[in-house]
């Protein structure tokens, strides 16, 4: 038994997903990534982005946090 307060941190080893979208979601991207650097300056590659395009929606989604908790 630990004698520390924190908890064991999670897994935080990425995972690598190869995957395809279509072309108008692939300059959709593109666009996205042309806003943010406009409003943040750096260029960012949309591969760098699309993690937390997902996260951020994951998290917006009431009615899938909803489900999650109620799995617990």
Do not use: N
């Given at each position: 038994m630990s004698m520390i307060k924190l908890a064991k941190l999670?897994?935080?080893?990425?995972v690598k997903l190869a995957i395809m979208v279509?072309?108008?979601l692939?300059?959709?991207?593109?666009d996205y990534a042309a806003a943010y650097a406009a409003s943040y300056g750096p260029e960012v590659p949309v591969t760098d982005l699309v993690p937390a395009i997902l996260s951020a929606f994951l998290e917006g989604d009431r009615g899938f946090?909803?489900?999650k908790r109620k799995g617990k």
């Amino acid at each position: 038994m630990s004698m520390i307060k924190l908890a064991k941190l999670p897994d935080k080893t990425p995972v690598k997903l190869a995957i395809m979208v279509a072309p108008d979601l692939h300059q959709a991207l593109q666009d996205y990534a042309a806003a943010y650097a406009a409003s943040y300056g750096p260029e960012v590659p949309v591969t760098d982005l699309v993690p937390a395009i997902l996260s951020a929606f994951l998290e917006g989604d009431r009615g899938f946090q909803q489900q999650k908790r109620k799995g617990k």
